[in-house]
């Protein structure tokens, strides 16, 4: 369990510099000299020293250049100015710790108030408990990154643990919900997560922390660029490895803990560039992530207007720090559903796609079958670069960002917590002996677990649909959005303006597993470039996976021929059912104003992926 292991060593440090970027400030020698006083007079008798780092020079950089580890590493301890209440004689453990406790049971308020009040600090702890703690890691541009220590359940001074670190998601700030939280179990099935509790009692020091430019943390937001945020969690694990509570991996490796990390949406990026740039990392569990922000919000080159706009406005509404050219790129993209090559070449620098072959680390991906965002085309695509090089498992589930319909206990998400604990288990902790399970598993429409001793699908006949007859599309703006009531994108709801097409009826249970494919000749006019199409269970009404894909085509009068995948989907058909293509102009995930104009379509194909059930495994969620 704790042998040590040989891990690739880093190359030297290169930092992009295409002007999308601040410039990397100098260290400020005021700053380091205080924080390396405040951090000795915090340390005591510990015999490890952190001293300041050194500034960085900037050169060009290529898609395989990976970061340096930090070889030191200044922290500045924080102190809660509030905490001394829980310490007044009688009234501090009555009144006070129950109402710091109470704050903490609440998500993200109780993260908000904790730099003010602290950890509950209960009467009758043993002195020898190890503490929880704070400090502001100062990253190698000088940005003060504010983290979060939590020992694992029950650790004594003196003796270590591995750590996992819990990344946060866009607009939330660093966890602090030690021993949990009142909404735990409904964020473990909407988001697959594990709580920081979960995490504790199976062992594990927990650090959480608030990314650059949000909330205590100084510096810009970067959308978990390798070169900012990525370098400030590589300056996070170096100083973890001088807490005296981490186990380190091998005797030799003081700056490397034994460590693994998990986290949804942007807390399931940084895990990717992180790990592509620092060794170090002994395993990830990236949840509801991407696989480039470009596929992900400019799918088709349709810009993805109403997930931008809601990510958009929660940077404003918690007043975070962003790179000047990202909120700019939004409003642009929601007012002519397009992207510069600027805005483009912005988000293709953050990754990870062009990173991952670099990622050493063991990786369970987990996604989404709702998830409106990062789809399930993101999941595969890492996926399919990763499995060549590490130990990978994919896992899709009911949730995400987008809306469930299944029962909330059949999303998935309990599994997840499960395979999550025996993924860490046996890449962080290095038990050969804990199980995995299947490399592929997902929940369809109705909660029903599936599962597949491989990724690589061993596939049956496709349900296939085909119509030669001509059928025009009148293209008016706003109707018929194909959104959830039109409006949200969380969700979507059958298109009220629409070409319905429906396959045949299948004749056995038929499980639809993958990326539907859809070819068709088109001509029209009018002011639009796209079309959209979604699937629809004739059964439920229900949207599959509420996916909506952008279709790209030039309506000037010649006739043309679309052929592209549609978004992946899980779903189960029983026999006797079936499934309608609608093929409409405007969605509510995309640009909702939509074209002007009219298209015909014809010689309509659309091919639905189906399994052999022979090799698949069935089991009642």
């Not at 898609?63 to 301890?77: C, E, F, K, L």
């Not at 866009?170 to 030690?178: A, E, V």
């Not at 473990?188 to 650090?207: C, D, E, K, Q």
């Not at 959209?532 to 996976?545: E, F, H, I, P």
Request: hydrophobic share 40%.
């Amino acid at each position: 369990m704790t042998s040590a292991r040989i891990k690739p060593t880093a190359t030297a440090t290169v930092i992009r510099t295409t002007g999308d970027e601040p410039a990397v400030p100098a260290d400020n020698p005021l700053t380091l000299a205080l924080a390396a006083a405040s951090r000795r007079e915090a340390l005591g008798n510990t015999q490890r020293t952190l001293v300041a780092p050194v500034a960085t020079t900037t050169t060009p950089v290529t898609a395989a250049a990976v970061p340096s580890t930090p070889s030191s590493v200044v922290a500045i301890p924080q102190q809660a100015p509030l905490a001394f209440l829980q310490r007044i004689p009688v009234l501090g453990p009555v009144l006070f710790t129950p109402i710091v406790a109470a704050m903490h049971q609440v998500p993200v308020l109780g993260d908000v108030l904790h730099p003010l009040f602290g950890y509950p600090e209960y009467p009758g702890t043993p002195s020898d408990a190890a503490r929880p703690r704070d400090v502001k890691v100062v990253s190698f541009d000088g940005a003060q990154i504010y983290v979060h220590f939590m020992p694992a359940t029950g650790l004594q001074e003196g003796s270590q643990a591995p750590t996992i670190f819990y990344g946060p998601g866009l607009g939330m700030p660093g966890q602090t919900s030690i021993y949990g939280s009142v909404v735990d179990g409904v964020l473990t099935n909407a988001l697959g997560m594990p709580s920081i509790l979960a995490l504790r009692n199976a062992g594990y020091n927990v650090v959480t922390w608030d990314p650059r430019g949000e909330y205590s943390s100084g510096g810009q937001l970067q959308i978990d660029s390798p070169e900012y945020e990525a370098r400030d969690v590589s300056a996070i694990i170096s100083w973890v490895a001088t807490q005296p509570e981490v186990l380190l991996d091998g005797q030799d490796s003081d700056l490397d803990p034994r460590m693994g990390m998990v986290g949804a949406s942007y807390g399931g990026g940084i895990q990717l560039v992180t790990a592509a740039t620092d060794h170090r990392v002994d395993a990830i569990v990236p949840t509801i992530a991407w696989n480039s922000l470009n596929t992900s919000l400019y799918k088709s080159q349709s810009f993805k207007s109403g997930w931008g706009t809601l990510l958009s406005a929660v940077l404003v509404l918690t007043l975070a720090r962003t790179n000047p050219k990202i909120l700019p790129a939004t409003v642009f993209g929601d007012l002519t559903g397009s992207l510069t090559q600027a805005d483009q070449d912005l988000l293709a620098e953050r990754g990870p796609d062009y990173l991952l072959s670099q990622i050493t680390a063991p990786t369970l991906l987990i996604e989404g079958t709702v998830d409106t965002l990062f789809t399930l085309a993101e999941a595969n695509a890492n996926a399919q670069a990763l499995m060549n090089n590490v130990d990978t498992k994919v896992i899709w589930f009911c949730g995400g960002h987008g809306l469930c319909t299944n029962d909330l206990f059949n999303t998935g998400g309990v599994l997840i917590e499960k395979r999550t604990l025996e993924w860490l288990g046996r890449y962080v902790k290095d038990d050969a002996s804990v199980p995995t399970g299947p490399q592929f598993e997902w929940v369809d429409q109705r909660g029903q677990h599936l599962s597949s001793a491989s990724y690589e699908l061993t596939p049956s006949d496709p349900v296939v649909l085909s119509s030669a007859k001509s059928r025009t599309l009148p293209l008016v703006p706003f109707l018929g959005a194909g959104g959830l009531f039109g409006v949200l994108p969380i969700g979507s709801s059958r298109a009220i303006d629409a070409l319905n097409y429906s396959t045949p009826a299948v004749t056995t249970t038929t499980y639809v597993v993958g990326a539907p494919h859809l070819s068709f000749t088109y001509s029209g006019t009018g002011s639009g470039d796209h079309l959209y199409a979604q699937l629809v269970d004739n059964s439920t009404g229900q949207v599959l996976g509420n996916q909506v894909t952008p279709i790209k085509v030039t309506l000037d009068g010649t006739e043309r021929v679309a052929d592209i995948d549609l978004e992946m989907v899980a779903q189960t058909l029983k026999p006797g059912q079936k499934v309608t293509l609608q093929v409409f102009g405007s969605s509510a995930s995309y640009r909702a104003v939509g074209a002007l104009g009219t298209v015909t379509l014809s010689n309509v194909e659309l091919s639905l992926p189906t399994v052999d059930p022979s090799t698949i495994t069935v089991d009642a969620a």
